[in-house]
């Protein structure tokens, strides 16, 4: 599932190539991507004519800020990734007309959704598993909802500071890799990340979140950000169906300390990389480095 830099790479992407565009067609090959208005009809009577006016990123959501209060949210899920060009109807499929990755890279072709803009570009879902979802609400409405309010704080503002990292885990409880993935803890963190900044924090996933020292927070919190930052400045990873905006893999996945690495000797002290499951997520780390606490 695509994480923070990720969302953020496309959300920034999507700032230089769809603002003031308007929506003046929409292509809907799977319904049930839409849940709100569940009607496709009336999400496309909606949507239709609406203006982009920002886009931006909260947790793992894209949320597309168009005129009249409306706000269009994707949730990209487990393989949604959105993409930008132009295709053309040929043989009952999508065709793109660019040359490289629209074209070339096989994961860019399961196009549910394709939004007409009135530059003639398009705006497409590309969704193996069909698991991403739209929703288009009223601003004040989305913003007022439980699931947003309940969002935990953006780890890279600039608000959040160390004071208020620490007040979190005050009276919190439970497996240290499992709260950092709880997104009403923190927004933006899934397993990939949470993996690499245990492991520059030095800190065992399964360390009990009471036990943690100042130090432990200290390192904690610098390697949340650390990460984080370098995740985005690589244009997120693509182990799996991330793609930007243009078909292309991100170059995280080049630098990853220990994800996916098992067996393999850590980079820091060369003992052999583990894997254990925790809440039904792949987990790695080093058993030198990460010492249980």
Known sequence: MPELPEVETIALDLKKKVLQRTFIDLWIQDPSIIHHPSNTRDFKKQILG?????????????????????VLLIHLKMTGHLLVGKWE??????????????????????????????????????????????????KDVLFSSKKFRTLGPEPLDPNFTFNKFCQLFQKKRGCLKLVLMDQNFIAGIG????????????LHPETRVEHLTLEDLKRLYGAIRNVLVKGIAARGASIS??????????????IIQVYGREGECCPVCGAKIKRITLGGRGTFYCPVCQIKK
Do not use: M
Request: proline letters at 2%.
């Open 50 to 70: 609406k203006t982009i006016l920002d886009v931006q990123r909260r947790a793992k959501n894209i949320l597309f800020f168009l005129n009249k209060d409306c």
């Open 89 to 138: 109807f040929k043989n009952n499929q999508w065709v793109p007309l660019q040359k490289g990755a629209l074209q070339d890279d096989p994961i860019n072709k399961f196009l549910r959704i394709i939004f007409t803009l009135d530059n003639q570009e398009q705006l497409a879902l590309s969704d193996l598993r069909r698991f991403a979802k739209l929703e288009l609400w009223k």
């Open 191 to 202: 397993n990939i990340y949470a993996s690499e900044i245990l492991f520059e924090a030095r």
């Open 241 to 254: 169906d991330y793609r930007d905006i243009q078909g292309n893999k991100g170059n995280y996945q080049k």
